[in-house]
């Protein structure tokens, strides 16, 4: 069902087939009449946007821009179809651009890293699998716009302002409209759970680095000073205590650092069995989002000087440093 969230501001659900269950889009209805986010590219999704852009009165037709807060397939997969419709013309982040274009060709770099933070690799060909075939659910974006931190977004009447906010994802926008203090947050801030800053794929082998945890809680700060009073998250519901949304997901992310450092007290691990730790019942799904969460972690416990690394086997095993 559409809501009319705002005034111009339409709230979309449409169904995935992930435990999230269904993604947010917007319609704002000013021109040029722009469409945050898309969905992902399956039948289903694309008759469900279709029918509730009818019953508030538009179509695909209407839609001149479409603005893109990340590169899940989620929430660009069927922007490519609809701009082909419409002549919308679609803009990202130069960072999600290159990444959602890279992806399909770093598999062997995915599996390479997978392996080397201690999955199986009975686990590790499962989860590319997964990922694989997900990537049919999304088209590759061949032309669009760049939009970066604090570039203008115009419309007629208002003109909203592009926040980049990366660690759930590298070129994150979220999408600020100052005068009502309404921040459209993609995935950088939900209301029901703790959005997971995935895993970077390093960009260079060695020495190999993921800091989509610490950038996360940078781009955290970033939004906590921005003046704003209503999120429009990309899954869920909307939230009207930002602040307070912030600081339980700094708690939780102190808490989770707690759990990692002291699942380290028993002898060095890798990131697979920290996050069997913290999710025993990972599934091939999941895996990912596991290890994202685990190497986040241990990335900034190394930064502080708290662990260090151990390579064995081909292997990486964090330890924790003695204390002087
Ligand atoms: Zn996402
Ligand atoms: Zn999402």
Not at 63 to 76: A, K, M, N, S, V
Not at 121 to 132: G, M
Not at 136 to 149: H, I, Q, R, V
Not at 213 to 229: F, P, R
């Amino acid at each position: 069902m559409s809501v009319k969230i705002f005034e111009k501001i339409f709230k979309i659900e449409l169904p995935i087939p992930f435990p999230l269950k269904t993604t947010n889009v917007f319609f704002i209805d000013e021109p040029p009449r722009t469409l945050i986010d898309t969905g992902i590219k399956t039948g289903v999704s694309f008759e469900t946007l279709k029918r509730e852009l009818e019953e508030i009165g538009f179509s695909f037709q209407s839609i001149e821009r479409i603005l893109i807060t990340h590169g899940h397939i989620d929430h660009y997969g069927q922007a490519k179809k609809i701009a082909s419709i419409s002549g919308a013309q679609i803009y990202i982040h130069p960072k999600e651009y290159g990444r959602i274009r890279s992806i399909i060709h770093s598999f062997g770099l995915l599996r390479s890293i997978l392996l080397r933070n201690g999955v199986p690799e009975e686990l590790v060909t499962q989860a590319i699998h997964y990922i694989e075939s997900a990537q049919g659910m999304a088209d590759s974006l061949e032309e669009a716009f760049f939009l970066t931190d604090g570039d203008s977004i115009p419309f007629n009447s208002m003109t909203w302002r592009a926040i980049h906010c990366p660690g759930h994802s590298p070129g994150l926008l979220c999408f600020y409209w100052p005068e009502k203090k309404i921040l459209f947050t993609g995935d950088h801030l939900l209301k029901e759970i703790t959005p997971n800053p995935f895993m970077n794929l390093p960009e260079a082998r060695a020495p190999l680095r993921y800091p989509s945890l610490k950038e996360y809680l940078q781009s955290l700060k970033k939004v906590e000073e921005l003046d704003v009073s209503f999120l429009l998250p990309g899954h869920g519901e909307e939230v009207i205590d930002p602040k307070g949304l912030i600081q339980s997901t700094f708690f939780h992310h102190k808490q989770r650092m707690d759990h990692v450092a002291s699942s380290l007290l028993k002898g060095p691990k890798t990131p697979f069995e920290i996050a069997m730790d913290l999710f025993p019942d990972v599934s091939p799904f999941e895996v990912f989002l596991g290890i994202s969460e685990a190497v986040g972690h241990l990335e900034i416990l190394k930064e502080e000087g708290r662990v260090r690394v151990i390579e064995k086997d081909g292997k990486d095993y964090y330890a924790l440093e003695e204390s002087p």
